[in-house]
């Protein structure tokens, strides 16, 4: 009877002793995946703030003690009690310079002024007739650039045709005045005649 008692007591230690080693071990395990998901989160960091120094225009400020103490606290197993994984010491967030407001700048308005349409000139009316010494006036002054309306009077004989060769201009004045438009004409001296040439006069532009 003591000898089945004493199995069993031995039966119960060994039990006890293997439950607790299985304990330990799953202490162990849970320290260790704690530990490395730490460690794992710390380096992560530790490149994201590496790269955010690298990039132009802006500067990363963190402090080291954060992340050394994270990374000692990895390293460090505590046997009676182990945070869980989720539970990782926050960082200060780092401070980025922000850029400065751009100021969009305003185009420069361009003022025109509206030309002023100029005024027309009105028409220079000529007018020529025939005496018994030819043409009266035998000599006409008239301006340039403002159209000219040429006016002659009735005529016979050689008389009765009017040439301003220059212009090309041939009027008939056998049945009454005839008339003309030259419109306007530059600075000049220009010479009309009668039909034969016979009698003559001058257009003079200024």
């Not at 802006?58 to 994270?70: D, E, I």
């Not at 027309?120 to 159209?147: F, L, N």
């Amino acid at each position: 009877m003591r000898d089945n008692t004493r199995r069993d007591d031995a039966a119960n230690t060994l039990s006890r002793e293997f439950a607790r080693e299985e304990r330990a071990r799953a202490q162990r395990r849970r320290t260790g995946i704690a530990a490395a998901v730490l460690l794992a989160m710390a380096v992560t960091i530790a490149v994201g703030l590496m790269l955010v120094a690298r990039k132009p225009g802006r500067t990363a400020v963190a402090s080291a003690a954060p992340l050394a103490a994270v990374i000692a606290g990895s390293r460090t197993v505590k046997s009676e009690t182990t945070k869980p994984a989720g539970e990782v010491p926050a960082l200060p967030p780092s401070k980025a310079a922000s850029p400065a407001p751009v100021r969009a700048k305003t185009p420069p308005v361009a003022v025109v002024k509206a030309a002023r349409p100029k005024q027309a000139r009105s028409a220079q009316d000529v007018a020529i007739g025939i005496g018994t010494k030819g043409y009266e006036p035998s000599s006409v002054v008239v301006r340039a650039g403002v159209p000219i309306v040429l006016t002659v009077g009735r005529g016979q004989g050689c008389a009765a045709g009017f040439e301003l060769p220059a212009l090309g201009i041939h009027l008939d004045n056998s049945a009454g005045p005839a008339t003309a438009r030259l419109g306007a004409l530059k600075p000049g001296t220009y010479k009309f005649t009668c039909s034969m040439g016979m009698v003559s006069g001058r257009l003079v532009v200024r």
